[in-house]
């Protein structure tokens, strides 16, 4: 195609495709095909050179069919992943168009092709369901702009042969022989347990069958009658929902409906030949790739809202045949995708679901608390998720160890299936010491107690015998809505949370967003450091508003029943002084408003800004209890991101420093005769609860399902000798007492497991 053609408009690349669809259902043998598709689109794109590239077992692209380069070369060029211009497309699963290709870093030279006479390269990704099948590219002998339509036009192609690939009309990698060997894959744990079942690449719930159109105008009028179909529920939408902020949301996104760039584009890829629902997800695709490399928030943010909006559109126009993929789960499916919302993974049937494996994702990313609450085993960052395994892959997904088991052999199969049947064993065995007391060997109550965060943890907690909820992170629900709940929302959820807690008591954490806790309807600024950031209390304290608004909730919902409010990452007195003159506002108005206060209301405080270890005596003086929230403490205490699998065991929270501390704040809080409790993630390990409970604490938050393996523990466990041992540890130097710690445990036969 020349500059020229590139900018006359599509009707070339509809032929195009539509020649495409044709050779791809033609009788040929796969090679011919190939060839011949590779000859149309060199020809079509006014380019010397077309060549196809597959992913093969071991992450190589290997050069499938070429017009152009020596024939010789097909079958014997292979590129790793990453390596040379196409294993660059590839790894980023970015296109990638340069006019002095040779002049690039990734730029690598293959002699068997005879490539060195061409100048300029466009190349794009053959991608599906996030996943890289392949590269095609064209090269040009003289140095040639290749124009963003054209770009685009060779991504609609792609998009096409990846559908023929997925519909069986062409080989892709899986039929030209991707390896059934069996591979270990790391990964890095999210959550914990074993899964076991079959791959199912994640959709978003869209399946697409017909790519290529016949006739571009009924397709535009298909998009039109769909937008105004979509336009229509959200007029009533907006008509239904009162004054306020549900409202706003409404016309925010309405007006993003309107938005003439996107729907253009939409039109623009019909007019190439696509069907309505391949143009919408063709947009939204490219909408993916944009985002992840922009990194004004309230650019991203708007890109997510219009990404949305395509897959509400893709929903009208499909109708019944766009239902959610989570409805045709296979019995137990283990689910792969590059990254997951916590919404986007309620979708899915749990009882089906058996584990997630994610590309991308970290343990405290929200789609991993939801994960935790529903006892799935979740690993991360295993970036050959989308590459090394296939849809219908039997995996083992090994959350205690970070790593994922494709297609592994009957013998091992056979092995993990036990493993399997011994866990749930295992867990029945637990459930019998649920109303057991949780009183240790020498006679000393402890008080366990689970953290929450949405409404289907409720069940777990009563089910695992907690005595309350020592931690409601407020955030969550928050997390997995579309807009910032109102009043009256918060306040029925509250309420809900309440009454599901059946009477036992709830410490409810008042809103911790910022740092890795994004909300994403809230644009705000991008920051260096999150972590250390507008975060918390301190969002809390500038935007009061938002505060009085949970407060009046949490009010409101108790009616006269007890009620705890806890403040997070509050670092000085003068903070949680004004938290309190907000929260007396707030009473106030509810006394005018003749409501019934909460009896009694009590106030508490995190402890996890090391800066509050310096203010003890006077943070005691003023609240009712304190929870130490050991997992930010130690990030802020050690200067290690929590967030980081790299850092995890880097130091250790069982070391003399942590333990020295632990048991400072203790015997303070006992001086003051104030209660205190620790609520981090690591009150839920069997060992670090121990030392825990030798430093001195009596009542500890976890995540529900640890409930039952800490109070098997303690019920074996003399809390008094320990106490000793602790003393005697504190005062080391070494890195970690994990090891010392383990072997009394072991000595005395307390049960870590
Ligand atoms: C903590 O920091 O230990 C804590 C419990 O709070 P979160 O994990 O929600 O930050
Ligand atoms: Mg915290």
New binding site residues.
């Given amino acids: 195609m020349t500059e020229n053609a590139a900018k006359e408009g599509w009707s070339g690349s509809r032929h195009l495709l539509r020649q495409l669809r044709d050779l791809m259902k033609g009788r040929a043998s796969d090679e011919q095909r190939l060839d011949r598709i590779v000859g149309l689109i060199a020809g079509q794109t006014a380019a010397e050179v077309c060549s196809l590239y597959l992913l093969r077992p071991g992450d190589v692209l290997e050069l499938f069919a070429t017009k152009g380069l020596k024939p010789e070369a097909v079958h014997l060029t292979r590129l790793r992943l990453g390596e040379g211009l196409v294993g660059d497309i590839a790894a980023r699963a970015r296109p990638l168009a340069l006019a002095d290709a040779q002049a690039h870093p990734s730029f690598a030279y293959r002699p068997e092709t005879g490539e060195d006479m061409y100048r300029s390269l466009m190349g794009v990704p053959i991608l599906r369901d996030g996943r890289v099948l392949g590269v095609i590219a064209v090269q040009n002998v003289q140095r040639r702009d290749y124009a963003a339509e054209e770009i685009e036009a060779l991504e609609t192609v792609a998009m096409v042969l990846a559908e023929g690939m997925a519909g069986g009309d062409l080989a892709g990698p899986t039929e030209s022989g991707p390896s059934l060997q069996p591979a270990r894959l790391p990964a890095a744990p999210l959550t914990e347990g074993l899964g076991l079942g079959v791959a199912v690449m994640h959709q978003r719930g869209i399946v697409i069958a017909r790519i290529v159109a016949e006739d571009p105008e009924q397709e535009l009028d298909r998009l039109a009658d769909s937008l105004a179909a979509m336009q229509a529920s959200l007029e009533s939408y907006v008509e239904q929902s009162g004054p306020g902020e549900t409202r706003e949301v409404l016309e925010t996104f309405q007006l993003f409906a309107r938005d003439r760039g996107w729907l253009n584009r939409i039109q623009d890829a019909i007019r190439s030949g696509l069907t309505a629902e391949a143009a919408v997800q063709k947009v939204q695709s490219d909408t993916r790739a944009r985002m992840e490399q922009i990194v004004d928030p309230y650019l991203r943010e708007r890109l997510v809202d219009l990404e949305d909006l395509g897959y509400g559109l893709l929903r009208h126009l499909l109708g019944d045949d766009g239902r959610a993929a989570a409805a045709r789960l296979p019995p137990e499916a283990v689910l792969i995708a590059r990254n997951l919302g916590p919404a986007e993974l309620l979708d899915y049937d749990p009882a089906r679901l058996k584990a997630v494996v994610l590309a991308e994702g970290s343990p405290n990313a929200h789609v991993a608390i939801v994960a935790r609450a529903l006892e799935l085993p979740m690993v991360g960052r295993c970036s050959q998720a989308l590459t090394r395994i296939w849809p219908g892959d039997f995996l083992v997904v090994d959350a205690d160890h970070g790593q994922v088991l494709a297609r592994p052999g009957h013998a091992v199969r056979e092995t993990l299936a036990e493993s399997l049947e011994a866990r749930r064993r295992r867990k029945q065995d637990l459930a019998v010491i649920r109303d057991l007391p949780a009183v240790t060997a020498d006679g000393v109550e402890v008080s366990l107690n689970a953290n929450a965060g949405l409404l289907i943890d409720l069940p777990q907690v009563r089910d695992c015998g907690a005595e309350g909820i020592g931690?409601y992170?407020t955030e969550v629900p928050f997390m997995v809505r579309d807009a910032f709940p109102d009043v009256d929302t918060q306040t029925r959820l509250y309420r809900r949370v309440l009454e599901g807690s059946d009477g036992k008591p709830v410490v409810f954490r008042t809103l911790?967003v910022g740092g890795d806790k994004i909300l994403p309807y809230w644009n705000e600024v991008a920051e260096e450091n999150p972590a250390m950031g507008w975060r918390a209390v301190r969002i809390g304290l500038d935007r009061p508003v938002l505060l009085r608004e949970q407060l009046r909730a949490l009010i409101r919902a108790s009616e006269g029943r007890p009620l705890d409010v806890m403040f997070p990452m509050v670092s000085e007195v003068a903070e949680l002084d004004r938290c309190r003159s907000i929260l007396n506002l707030e009473l106030k108005l509810a006394r005018a408003e003749g409501r019934t206060l909460p009896d009694p209301l009590c106030i508490g405080i995190m402890i996890?800004v090391p800066a509050l270890l310096w203010q003890l005596p006077a943070v005691f003086e003023r609240v009712d209890f304190v929870s130490v929230?050991?997992?930010?403490l130690m990030q802020f205490l050690f200067a290690v991101d929590r967030g980081s699998p790299d850092l995890a065991r880097r130091y250790d929270i069982l070391c003399p420093t942590a333990l020295r501390l632990f048991k400072g704040l203790v015997a303070e809080a006992e001086r003051a005769g104030k209660p205190i409790s620790l609520?981090?993630e690591h009150a839920g390990q069997p060992l670090e609860a121990m030392a825990l409970l030798g430093c001195g604490f009596r009542t500890l938050s976890m995540p529900p399902a640890n409930i039952p393996r800490v109070k098997n523990m303690l019920r074996g466990l003399e809390v008094g000798p320990l106490a000793a041992y602790i003393d005697f540890l504190a005062g080391q130097t070494c890195h970690s007492v994990r090891e010392r710690l383990r072997h009394y445990a072991r000595d005395r036969g307390v049960i870590l497991d």
Avoid: V
């Fill in positions: 931690l992170r911790d996890e929230g050991s997992n930010d609520c981090g």
